[in-house]
């Protein structure tokens, strides 16, 4: 059924004297898209390939529409115009006049005011409402009856922005693949509560870019702060009328302009944030601190075919959404409704160019892909690490020397890509999740896993040319329970959430430690303390890039809650209160990732048989708590969970690292491997205590002290003859250090047989 929607609007002749052109209009140019402002006004670009005309309308600050001017030019498919006397700060949205025929893919309806894909900011949050769907609600037809009544007056705004940022000496910090320890961060939830912050910056940009919270990010050590999602989303309308909130931001509509719900009060009516998200940008560089972006490209908030309209799927609906067999519907293999077509041209020139802005004109340093595996899939629907999106991504001199991180995974056939992507990219390794938290929980079998995610996952990336910081580690992110949650609660309490418990993962490899939730039990907190301990002392000694949580440094709860996506309150903010009472656990994971800085055998940037000359390690060399090499019986073993890993350097001057895993709920005697030049160990570690020791001096000179192999390491490191006897307490693990034997050898990593 189709319907003719071109009169669509309000027909007086009154509204239309009140909405008449006043400015001069020229046909202006059809490049950049959007809207740019120089001192004579404004070009105004629009791609649609459907449209039979396009007009830009003018607003008021008390929202009401003063003018419609059709854009009076189209070359190849850009509808383009030049607008005199307009200013930066105008508020302006499109309508677009063209087929509403949902049956063949067409949802031209210009009732609808729609945010400029290009908007390069918006007059304000944007939350779901009824009358943001280009259907009758209610109707019989459901969406083939289009909507007639006109919500310019309700409906989300974009602004028109000339920046005149002074970047000064801005430069990125560009740190080194395998010198970058990243930290998972909210934008507003990490400052909304931090009491040294002003309190017109809590939760903002600006809040972000404050001393105090600078302070907190060096005090850690961590190099690059990745922010969920502040590209502009919208609040879903289901989320509304639960009193709910889109807090993680997964829900993208305006993939240029900043999130203005994290902009200071002025600086959203200024220009919707854009300034003071430069100046954030810029301050955290001059902390030698990276900006790494979450993006979500693969949807966006307008959902699937009963979805709102709100920008792209009333400008070109076909030209930028995959589309079922059955034109009518979306092809939707992101679990969200619907499917950017990153195979499609004007799709994946949208995103290129949004991506390209972020970086030249707003400084960040790279990007996290959600869902990326959605992104490289070809016109076929079929992944393959040449889709058009990775090969533009490759030849683009600007794009391609970001750092660039797959979440590599969608819901669609041959989803999980883990391992797959094309050189140059970063991947976040769930696997390593898993089999870290496998291991630590005491499962059967989890050994090999294990130790193979300790590896860097060499086994799965070396083959494939990939190097071994391709592999994100993480332990916990946003998507789950926090560290203190996963070692506190067995199974989620996501009641809050308003899905009776239905969201959210069922299966997340935690382990209470023996009581659901807060206790008051002494034995179980310290093993609670001590797995955590264990949790983060594993991600920052494994080969790879490891990810940390924001909080989980501070004993961050959500009371059980994993999936907090809608909980913009106190369950997801920082409880800066509660933080300091984790002074321990602070200086603990500080400590970690300062001695993961001062040992380059964790910080493999290549494997070893490929760059022999550099690479400081030869093997991952594998021992069984007797000292001797592990044997195939061993690893195969499902009941054994005692193993010690020995990272050996072949560079004079450096140390070599070795560590005792005990995940059994039995205290462990273990043999320290025997050596040749009878070298002795400085215990930097035991996670039977918060305590990470430094060893005075010349790096890589061992103290001589006393024997005390059964001794928790204390002001000062303890050192172990190899040979000798350690004890670990149930559930803990220990590391030492010692000077490089300066062997000449070549290797590889080592994993289970």
Not at 239 to 256: K, M, Q, R, S
Not at 268 to 283: C, I, P, S, T
Not at 473 to 482: A, I, K, M, P, S
């Amino acid at each position: 059924m189709k319907y003719d929607v071109s009169t669509t609007g309000p027909s007086t002749g009154s509204a239309k004297r009140s909405r008449a052109t006043r400015h001069r209009v020229e046909a202006g140019r059809s490049w950049p898209l959007g809207a740019t402002a120089d001192r004579q006004g404004v070009n105004f670009a629009v791609y649609s390939r459907i449209a039979d005309s396009v007009e830009v309308c003018l607003f008021a600050p008390d929202g009401s529409e003063t003018e419609r001017i059709a854009l009076p030019a189209l070359t190849d498919d850009v509808w383009h115009g030049f607008v005199h006397g307009l200013r930066p700060g105008q508020a302006y949205g499109l309508r677009v006049h063209g087929p509403y025929d949902p049956a063949q893919g067409q949802r031209c309806n210009p009732a609808l005011l729609l945010i400029d894909p290009y908007a390069q900011a918006l007059a304000a949050p944007v939350r779901g409402a009824s009358d943001q769907f280009g259907y009758q609600l209610g109707h019989d037809d459901e969406d083939l009856a289009p909507a007639t009544a006109d919500n310019g007056r309700t409906a989300p705004k974009s602004r028109v922005v000339r920046s005149r940022f002074d970047w000064g000496n801005d430069q990125p910090p560009r740190v080194a693949p395998n010198d970058t320890v990243f930290y998972e961060v909210h934008v507003k939830g990490f400052t909304q509560t931090m009491p040294d912050v002003p309190e017109a910056q809590r939760g903002t940009y600006a809040g972000l870019a404050s001393a105090p919270a600078i302070a907190h990010l060096q005090q850690l050590g961590v190099t690059s702060v990745e922010l969920l999602p502040v590209q502009a989303f919208v609040d879903d309308l289901r989320l509304i009328e639960l009193g709910l909130a889109n807090y993680w931001g997964y829900n993208t509509i305006a993939f240029f302009a900043p999130e203005p719900r994290y902009a200071t009060q002025a600086a959203q009516a200024l220009d919707g944030g854009v300034d003071e998200f430069k100046a954030m940008v810029k301050a955290l560089h001059s902390a030698g601190i990276e900006v790494i972006l979450d993006v979500v490209y693969n949807h966006t908030g307008e959902g699937n075919h009963l979805g709102p309209t709100l920008s792209l799927k009333g400008i070109d609906h076909a030209a930028y959404y995959r589309l079922a067999e059955e034109p009518r519907f979306c092809a939707d293999i992101t679990g969200t409704g619907n499917t950017v077509d990153t195979s499609s041209p004007p799709a994946l020139r949208l995103v290129l160019d949004s991506l390209r802005y972020w970086v030249q004109e707003m400084h960040v340093d790279g990007f996290r892909f959600d869902l990326a595996s959605a992104l490289g899939r070809d016109a076929a629907c079929e992944f393959t690490w040449r889709a058009p999106f990775f090969a533009a991504i490759a030849q683009d001199p600007v794009l391609s020397r970001v750092k660039l991180i797959a979440e590599p995974w969608d819901l669609g056939i041959n989803g999980y890509q883990l391992g797959g992507f094309p050189t140059g990219w970063m991947e976040w390794n769930g696997r390593y999740r898993d089999a870290v938290r496998d291991y630590w929980t005491n499962a059967d079998a989890s050994l090999p896993a294990f130790a193979a995610s300790l590896c860097g996952s060499a086994d799965m990336l070396e083959p494939r040319r990939r190097s071994p910081t391709a592999s994100v580690n993480l332990v916990t992110v946003h998507d789950g329970f926090t560290l203190a949650d996963l070692v506190s609660y067995n199974g989620k309490h996501n009641d809050a959430n308003g899905e009776e418990n239905r969201d959210g993962e069922d299966h997340n490899r935690s382990w209470n430690c023996g009581a659901e939730g807060d206790t008051d039990d002494a034995d179980i907190l310290a093993l609670r303390e001590r797995q955590t301990r264990n949790l983060l002392a594993t991600l920052f000694l494994s080969h790879g890039t490891p990810l940390l949580l924001g909080g989980d440094e501070l004993g961050r709860t959500q009371r059980g809650n994993n999936n907090g996506y809608c909980q913009d309150n106190d369950l997801s903010w920082f409880d800066w209160e509660r933080a300091s009472g984790h002074v321990q656990l602070q200086a603990f994971t500080a400590d970690l990732i300062a001695l993961r800085r001062s040992l380059p055998v964790v910080r493999l940037a290549a494997w070893p048989h490929h760059a022999a000359d550099i690479a400081p390690c030869v093997a991952v060399q594998w021992y069984s708590v007797w000292g001797l090499s592990m044997t195939p019986d061993e690893w195969n073993d499902p009941a054994v969970r005692c193993v010690s890993a020995l990272m050996e350097s072949t560079r004079e001057h450096e140390d070599s690292l070795l560590m005792l895993f005990n995940a059994s709920g039995d205290e462990a005697t273990f043999t320290l491997p025997a050596d040749p030049d009878g070298r002795r160990w400085a215990l930097r570690l035991d996670t039977r205590d918060a305590q990470v020791t430094k060893v005075q001096g010349t790096q890589g000179t061992a103290p001589a002290q006393a024997d005390a192999p059964e001794g928790a390491p204390g002001a000062t490191p303890v050192a172990i003859d190899a040979g000798a006897a350690y004890t670990l307490l149930p559930h803990s693990m220990a590391a030492f250090t010692a000077p490089s034997r300066g062997i000449d050898k070549k290797g590889t990593e080592t994993t289970p047989p």
